[in-house]
């Protein structure tokens, strides 16, 4: 190898030699800026996880109130149905009011006018009970007047009343009475049977008679009836069963 050639070598050995000592510095350079970037990379990462934690959990909460706003959407509508029924069932009500006093205003006077009907009817009646059925009277009338007793009540006890009337009609009773006989009063038996006849009998049996609806008048009957009577009382007061009895009863005339 000649002088010149050993020289280039010599040259390219040194040029490469410092090429290494030189290019040290910039390979640290490049990795503490690589390790920068990655930890800047890492800080960014952590803060865009930070933001998505922070997103899913707006989001969930979101779903969350859309939900119960949904809910609040059909109990509302829930509501407002109900509103419109009980607004309807008000107006019912109201137009039920009205109707009730109208009623009010109508049935009072034909109670009114019940109640006169039944004073005339045992006034002019088989006069038996007479005290009891005069006093029923008498309480229906101060019923009518008294305002704490509702329109209702009034009706029921007027119609019970009558009922009661009507039921007579159709029972065999009998009670204990005072009764002027020959200008004495006396106490007696009363036997009814229905309005059919009203007969009643001393204690001792001296004593009978007999109602006659159409004079309005006590008739005396002979002692011939006083057993038949007296079984009669019995039949009526449970204590023997049902029999045959002659008794005397006035037939009703013709209108």
Do not use: H
Not at 20 to 26: D, G, I, K, R
């Amino acid at each position: 190898m000649g002088a010149r050639s050993y020289a280039a070598l010599i040259t390219i050995l040194t040029f490469f030699c410092y090429g290494v000592v030189f290019s040290q510095p910039a390979v640290d350079q490049i990795v503490a800026a690589e390790a920068i970037r990655i930890q800047q990379a890492q800080e960014s990462q952590g803060t865009i996880d930070e933001v998505v934690n922070e997103t899913r959990q707006v989001f969930e909460e979101y779903r969350a109130v859309m939900k119960e706003v949904d809910g609040l959407l059909v109990y509302n509508t829930l509501l407002e149905r109900q509103l419109r029924d009980q607004e309807q069932t008000l107006a019912n009500l109201r137009e039920s009011i009205d109707s009730v006093q109208e009623i009010e205003r109508q049935i009072l006077p034909l109670l009114d006018r019940m109640i006169e009907g039944l004073e005339r009817f045992v006034s002019a009646d088989v006069p038996f009970l007479s005290q009891e059925r005069s006093e029923r009277v008498v309480n229906l009338r101060n019923l009518l007047e008294r305002a704490d007793v509702t329109a209702s009540e009034k009706f029921r006890v007027v119609m019970e009343a009558w009922q009661i009337e009507n039921d007579y009609g159709r029972t065999i009773y009998s009670y204990t009475g005072e009764l002027e006989i020959e200008g004495n009063l006396r106490e007696v038996d009363f036997l009814q049977i229905g309005r059919v006849a009203l007969i009643y009998q001393t204690p001792d049996g001296q004593n009978s008679g007999v109602w006659n609806q159409a004079t309005r008048q006590w008739l005396p009957v002979g002692s011939g009836f006083r057993n038949q009577i007296r079984q009669g009382l019995r039949l009526a007061r449970n204590q023997v069963g049902p029999s045959l009895l002659l008794l005397p009863i006035i037939a009703p005339e013709e209108g």
